[in-house]
């Protein structure tokens, strides 16, 4: 059993930063995959990036591509989604989730979900 809790979302200007985190409970983090999603209002659930349980690849949204990173630290089981560049269309709630059977893109082949977090970016 893995429990996620994000953080770190909040208002910010277009042009501007944020870093979101999420926090996971259980001695197993570092088998998991995890990965970034978002869902906008009335809209679908959407692929934002993935990382390897290690750490060592990663796979990104061509819509985030170039802007944001994640990144894992599994000695303080957080995986981190830094935001630059935010534009009012990354407006979502942000989950994150985690995988066992890899990096992937798909949200039903994730396992675990936190309850994400607000980001608004205004115009």
């Known amino acids: 059993q893995v429990q996620l809790v994000e953080s770190g979302g909040g208002l910010v200007q277009a042009g501007g930063s944020l870093r979101l985190s999420c926090a996971a409970s259980g001695r197993t983090f570092s088998s998991y995959a995890m990965g970034w999603f978002r869902q906008a209002p009335g809209k679908e659930r959407e692929f934002v990036a993935a990382?390897?349980?290690?750490?060592?690849?990663?796979y990104y949204a061509d819509s985030v591509k170039g802007r944001f990173t994640i990144s894992r630290d599994n000695a303080k089981n957080t995986v981190y989604l830094q935001m630059n560049s935010l534009k009012p269309e990354d407006t979502a709630v942000y989950f994150c989730?985690?995988?066992?059977?890899?990096?992937?893109?798909?949200?039903?082949?994730?396992?675990?979900w936190g309850q994400g977090t607000q980001v608004t970016v205004s115009s």
């Open positions: 989730a985690a995988a066992l059977s890899g990096m992937v893109r798909r949200d039903y082949e994730y396992d675990y």
């Open positions: 990382i390897s349980w290690s750490g060592g690849n990663t």
